[in-house]
């Protein structure tokens, strides 16, 4: 069997056992990193349908920017998977902009995203259309965008100021503007209060201090 076929079964088999949680973590037992080509096949697995599942652990992958918009793609057409870890994958900040924009308004009820060690340097206006999330996990990324004051504030003010950005930006485009009214239709200006981070081990991180 050649390595890709062997990856393939691999993966297939780990989603088809029924278990609430599939961990495709690189380590000891898997050889190889998934890479983009093996979340295609993750991807596959989310379309086929597996309603069991809840969390999907895919740390260590070597997933690009490129693999975080394949897999949210799949995750967008699943109804059940509330936890994903991504951490120590580069990602960077397009691959997040991505996962979230394939996520938002679909039907995928997704509560806790780890993405930490990532490479992110910005937090892209997105996020803020995953109605479900609760939880950010964000340490040991050099996050330039929101500011440091802003992170620090924690995860509630983070999605304020990237929804009030966001709003400002689209106010700013012509291209929005309803040119019937010659106004910028109103966009919601706040979220709830029920996010949160995970607090920072390391403490050396923006987002140590929580308030």
């Avoid at 056992?17 to 993750?42: E, S, T």
Wanted: hydrophobic residues 35%; proline residues 6%; glycine residues 8%.
């Amino acid at each position: 069997i050649r390595r890709v076929d062997t990856k393939e079964l691999q993966i297939k088999r780990d989603f088809a056992a029924g278990n609430a949680i599939v961990n495709l973590q690189f380590g000891i037992d898997r050889p190889d990193p998934l890479g983009d080509d093996g979340i295609h096949i993750v991807n596959a697995c989310l379309t086929k349908g597996c309603p069991w599942l809840t969390t999907l652990w895919l740390s260590d992958n070597a997933i690009s920017h490129i693999g975080a918009q394949v897999l949210g793609e799949g995750l967008a057409r699943h109804e059940s998977v509330t936890d994903i870890s991504l951490s120590n994958n580069p990602i960077r900040s397009d691959g997040l902009q991505a996962l979230c924009a394939a996520l938002g308004g679909s039907e995928c009820p997704l509560t806790k995203l780890d993405v930490s060690t990532c490479q992110i340097l910005r937090l892209p206006f997105e996020m803020v259309d995953l109605d479900n999330l609760k939880i950010v996990v964000m340490e040991d990324n050099n996050i330039l965008f929101p500011s440091r004051e802003v992170l620090s504030r924690g995860i509630t003010a983070i999605f304020e100021f990237l929804e009030e950005r966001r709003n400002l930006q689209d106010a700013s485009t012509p291209a929005r503007s309803d040119p019937s009214r010659g106004t910028t239709p109103n966009l919601k200006t706040s979220t709830s209060g029920r996010r949160m981070l995970l607090p920072e081990p390391s403490g050396n991180h923006p987002l140590d201090a929580m308030g």
